[in-house]
């Protein structure tokens, strides 16, 4: 595999717009050809995707979710440019799917970036720590710190997660490829998630499996 380095990830996110992960794995996969890396981000939609994102979008809808039985509960506001695409069906349906997401997962966070420096330090810490115990050289815990972040977005943050009903793909692509197919720029702005008894002592149950078995009714 090419080296790919930080300035070729850059170079195609300045040309294409595409986020800072899809552009290092669209390189990747092109072995370091940047204009293949750019028809691979066309192909996926996601340069598509990128342009759309920086228009403003205040309309959409705020999807609600409740789990059989009244267990759970999610209220997620997800926005779009116009009230047109807010009614469509496909665009109601990619919402119902991001709140039963959000109850299945139980992401904490929308993005990477809405992680509180705070709770960042402290994870940080622990992760730094955990290695350290384990034994690991001093010069090594620091990539290893970074690595396992890695595994604390995609578990915390909602657009990195995988999506429950395809686990190959993320939310963020999935946010991508409608973007791409609606031609409007939608945006997942905040959710709220509630469970019965949160924060009690109580049996922990596959809320994963309860609520995809529910969609497969």
Same mark, same amino acid.
């Given at each position: 595999m090419s080296n790919i380095t930080a300035a070729m990830v &850059? +170079?195609?996110r300045e040309t294409t717009g595409a986020g800072m992960l899809d552009c290092k794995k669209a390189l990747e996969e092109a072995a370091g050809d940047l204009n293949k890396a750019k028809d691979i981000l066309r192909e996926k939609g996601l340069a598509a995707a990128a342009k759309k994102a920086g228009r403003i979008a205040t309309e959409g809808v705020v999807e609600s979710y409740i789990h059989a039985g009244g267990r759970i509960g999610v209220l997620v506001e997800?926005?779009?440019e116009t009230d $047109?695409?807010? &009614?469509?069906?496909? $665009? &109601?349906e990619f919402a119902r799917n991001i709140a039963?997401?959000?109850a299945a997962a139980n992401p904490r966070?929308?993005?990477r970036e809405d992680v509180p420096q705070e709770d960042l330090d402290h994870e940080r810490e622990v992760l730094r720590n955990q290695a350290l115990n384990e034994g690991k050289p001093e010069k090594i815990v620091e990539k290893m710190v970074e690595g396992r972040l890695n595994k604390f977005y995609e578990e915390y943050c909602l657009l990195e997660q995988p999506f429950i009903k395809n686990p190959d793909q993320t939310i963020s692509q999935l946010l991508n +490829? &409608?973007?791409?197919?609606?031609? +409007?720029n939608i945006s997942i702005r905040r959710f709220v998630r509630y469970e019965l008894g949160e924060g009690l002592e109580k049996k922990q149950d596959d809320f994963v499996a309860e609520v995809m078995a529910q969609v497969k009714q």
């Amino acid at each position: 595999m090419s080296n790919i380095t930080a300035a070729m990830v &850059k +170079e195609l996110r300045e040309t294409t717009g595409a986020g800072m992960l899809d552009c290092k794995k669209a390189l990747e996969e092109a072995a370091g050809d940047l204009n293949k890396a750019k028809d691979i981000l066309r192909e996926k939609g996601l340069a598509a995707a990128a342009k759309k994102a920086g228009r403003i979008a205040t309309e959409g809808v705020v999807e609600s979710y409740i789990h059989a039985g009244g267990r759970i509960g999610v209220l997620v506001e997800i926005n779009c440019e116009t009230d $047109f695409v807010a &009614k469509t069906e496909q $665009f &109601k349906e990619f919402a119902r799917n991001i709140a039963m997401q959000i109850a299945a997962a139980n992401p904490r966070y929308v993005r990477r970036e809405d992680v509180p420096q705070e709770d960042l330090d402290h994870e940080r810490e622990v992760l730094r720590n955990q290695a350290l115990n384990e034994g690991k050289p001093e010069k090594i815990v620091e990539k290893m710190v970074e690595g396992r972040l890695n595994k604390f977005y995609e578990e915390y943050c909602l657009l990195e997660q995988p999506f429950i009903k395809n686990p190959d793909q993320t939310i963020s692509q999935l946010l991508n +490829e &409608k973007i791409s197919q609606i031609g +409007e720029n939608i945006s997942i702005r905040r959710f709220v998630r509630y469970e019965l008894g949160e924060g009690l002592e109580k049996k922990q149950d596959d809320f994963v499996a309860e609520v995809m078995a529910q969609v497969k009714q």
